[in-house]
Nanobody
């Protein structure tokens, strides 16, 4: 059973850096069964995918946000990190980490999507 838990400051000032941690249990973040994603949901709006990091540590971001997002990991702590600089009040949202799972089934890799989620953590950007 894969479990994920987000943590970090709930209040960030405009122009500062948002920094969150996702602690994963139930599997190693270096296992080839998952990509590890960050997703957010602003109040009253839809989920927005931010980016992900692979089991070998390669990172990919939503193009419109790529200039100010960084996703990294610490293998020994089994943790995934999100850094977003130059935040504005529009970045206020519930931030989730999620595991994008794949499995070798029937002789092929099958991609099952983001079927493991943390509970989310609210980050408010305000002065």
């Amino acid at each position: 059973q894969v479990q994920m838990q987000e943590s970090g400051p709930g209040l960030v000032k405009p122009s500062q850096t948002l920094s969150l941690t996702c602690t994963v249990s139930g599997t190693s973040i270096t296992a080839d069964s998952h990509f590890w994603s960050w997703v957010r949901q602003p109040p009253g709006k839809a989920l927005e995918w931010l980016g992900y990091i692979t089991f070998v540590g390669n990172d990919y971001y939503k193009p419109s946000l790529s200039s100010r997002i960084s996703i990294s990991r610490e293998e020994t702590k089994n943790q995934i990190y999100l850094r977003m600089n130059a935040v504005t009040p529009e970045d206020t949202a519930v931030y989730y980490c999620a595991g994008f799972r794949r499995a070798f089934e029937g002789g092929v890799w099958r991609y099952h999507g983001m079927d493991s989620w943390g509970k989310g953590t609210l980050v408010t950007v305000s002065s």
